[in-house]
């Protein structure tokens, strides 16, 4: 009986190399393709109803966010030349999340979103509070800033920018009167 096992045993051994040959003969003939990762440009941000005590500056305090608000991302290439526009709107809290579908860089460094990307004010949802300002260049547009804000998954990821918050003015704001 044990030379029964024995000669199982060095027969199995004999034939564990033809195995693994066979499995790796299998793995050289069905290339397997690699996984191609998805890289997303996103550019996120407030926009806010600013308060009539502090018009005329760049203060935000007492401000109040405004839903539904428009603004636009735009970039443009090394050459000046718009290469991506798109208008986004504000959530329920002022914020607005741009995810850039097809944002394409010609130039990885002249082309990059933090030199050639921009958010700009469009419209407020607030007639009470719709004209534009230049907080944090609202009107000729607001650089972006990297804050180390990375969405990463298994097969996705997404580089988030941020731009300045951007406010809208009221219209009639009461002068204050000092007694």
Known sequence: MASNQLTIVICSLLLLPLAFLSTAAHDET????????????????????????????????EAEPIPSAKVSVICKNFKKQVTYYKAYETNAYGYFYAQLDDFKMSNNILDHPLHGCHVKLISSSLANCSLLSNVNYGLYGAPLRFENKVLRGSHYEAVIYAAGPLAFRPAQCTPETHV
């Open 30 to 61: 069905t290339p397997t393709k690699p996984v191609e990762k998805k890289v997303d440009v996103v550019v996120e941000g407030m926009v806010y109803c600013q308060s009539c005590k502090y018009s005329g500056s760049w203060s935000l305090t």
